[in-house]
């Protein structure tokens, strides 16, 4: 069975610049997440869809960031237009509803020069 | 609110010794808790769970957890520390409502391990 794939592995991108980053979770798993990791400091939730649905975007750091789950396949994660402080490692989790694991992919490194 | 704090950004190890990474938590409803590792280049993985049920818990690798309510602690114990081992340690603190649960993390413990 596939993990949870994450595209791309890295990005480099000047500050202004626009960024997609895309999740496909484990097929079936309805709840997804999207997680940050600034440079040595903790994970921090951005925010969870349940299928196409965003549950909870507590976490999204402003109205640059824009999070998509279309048809509650794949999730797109866009940032627009991107700031320094946005460097960091992205991660996405999964997990099948009504489960408390949730199951990572590999993140996605971004630096904004 | 809940809030981790873990202990020591960096451990270091011989091999063969006890690894102990430590983790507090501050939770007011009863936690889930949860330790997970990440290796170089790879996405977080699973370590062990605590769920309400033993407060022993163990898990892959020959890592095992200890639920303390009264110290309020989840603290990762292996007795015999290997090559391995070294990575980035994370614990992780939750309730489990509607279905689903959003982590707060620790900062991490890096371990190194070495001969």
């Known amino acids: 069975e596939a993990g949870v794939t994450q595209f791309p592995s890295h990005s480099v991108i000047e500050k202004g610049q626009t960024v997609t980053l895309r999740c496909d979770p484990i097929?079936?798993?309805?709840?997804l997440y999207w997680y940050r990791r600034v440079m040595g400091k903790e994970i921090k939730f951005l925010l969870h869809?349940?299928?196409?649905?965003?549950?909870?975007e507590s976490g999204m750091p402003n109205n640059r960031f824009l999070a998509e789950r279309t048809g509650g396949t794949y999730s797109t994660l866009k940032v627009q237009p991107a700031e320094l402080e946005d460097s960091g490692v992205y991660f996405c989790?999964?997990?099948?509803?009504?489960?408390?694991?949730?199951?990572f992919g590999p993140g996605t490194r971004l630096t904004v020069l | 609110a809940q809030s981790v704090t873990q202990l020591g950004s960096h451990v270091s190890v011989s091999e063969g010794a006890l690894v102990l990474l430590r983790c507090n938590y501050s939770?007011?409803?009863?936690?889930?808790l949860f330790w997970y590792v990440q290796y170089p280049n790879q996405g977080l993985q699973l370590l062990l769970k605590?769920?309400?049920?033993?407060?022993l818990v163990k898990g892959i690798n020959g890592f095992e957890a200890e639920f303390k309510k009264s110290e309020t602690s989840f603290h990762l114990t292996k007795p015999s520390a290997h090559m391995s081992d070294a990575a980035e340690y994370f614990c992780?603190?939750?309730?489990?409502?509607?279905?689903?649960?959003?982590?707060?993390f620790g900062a991490g413990t890096r371990l190194a391990v070495h001969p």
């Open positions: 992780a603190v939750t309730t489990f409502s509607g279905g689903y649960n959003k982590l707060i």
């Open positions: 869809f349940v299928k196409e649905s965003k549950q909870d």
């Open positions: 939770s007011s409803v009863p936690p889930y």
């Open positions: 097929s079936g798993h309805d709840n």
């Open positions: 605590y769920t309400s049920a033993a407060t």
């Open positions: 989790a999964s997990s099948q509803g009504g489960s408390n694991e949730q199951f």
